[in-house]
């Protein structure tokens, strides 16, 4: 168990809907980041949070979005789902807003699948 | 900007060999470089990370990696692999004042009996 919990582990939803995928952070660690995961396009960073604010934002579509809350755990939304949202999505956390010295934590992902 | 290539998506060996398992970097300033494993069906687990001072860095599992400037390379190694390492095997990229890690597309280690 690495501390980082993702849920669900596994979402099938049908395309035009939208889901929330929900984490929680290690205890300690302030920044949270979202990546997808997909055969065809890898690790992909989406965005990442830093004590309830927004700090780096990578290939992130319009029709997603994130926020993280108050007690550090993090939501992300995807709305309008396409068949190509199919994908693994992994929550990480770090302590620090920065994690080139210490790397991060990942959590076990959410497997969504858009039929 | 940072990146990360690791050559072959795909590594087989025998269960005894040893594990080479191949990343190269782009960086404009001396990279902080890391290796991750990820078993079937779950995250990613940190196996090694070179952050500074000594080239070879040790991990779990018996693996190992050296930093080598001159080649922009990290390689991953394992004197003999085990059925268990069979798995897929990240490289990951950052730069002091980055906010994130930049990934490599994986390659699949497969250990045969």
């Known amino acids: 168990d690495s501390g980082v919990t993702q849920t669900p582990k596994h979402l099938i939803t049908a395309t035009g809907q939208r889901v929330t995928l929900r984490c929680s952070p290690r205890s300690g660690d302030l920044s949270v980041y979202w990546y997808q995961q997909s055969l065809d396009q890898g690790l992909q960073f989406l965005i990442q949070y830093y004590n309830g604010e927004e700090r780096a934002k990578g290939n992130i579509l319009e029709r997603f979005s994130a926020q993280q809350f108050p007690d550090l755990h993090s939501e992300l939304n995807l709305s309008s789902l396409e068949l190509g949202d199919s994908a693994l999505y992994f929550c990480?956390?770090?302590?620090?807003?920065?994690?080139?010295?210490?790397?991060?934590?990942f959590g076990s992902g959410t497997r969504l699948t858009v039929v | 900007a940072q990146s990360v290539t690791q050559l072959g998506s795909h590594v087989s060996v025998s269960e005894g060999a040893l594990v080479l398992l191949r990343c190269n970097y782009s960086s404009s300033v001396p990279p902080y470089l890391f290796w991750y494993v990820q078993y079937p069906n779950q995250g990613l687990q940190l196996l090694l990370k070179?952050?500074?001072?000594?080239?070879l860095v040790k991990g779990i599992n018996g693996f190992e990696a050296e930093f080598k400037k001159s080649e922009t390379s990290f390689h991953l190694t394992k004197p003999s692999a085990h059925m268990s390492d069979a798995a897929e095997y990240f490289c990951a990229v950052s730069e002091r004042g980055y906010s994130t890690l930049t990934f490599g597309k994986g390659t699949m280690l497969l250990v045969s009996p």
């Open positions: 990480a956390s770090s302590v620090a807003r920065d994690p080139w010295r210490s790397g991060y934590t």
């Open positions: 070179y952050t500074t001072g000594a080239t």
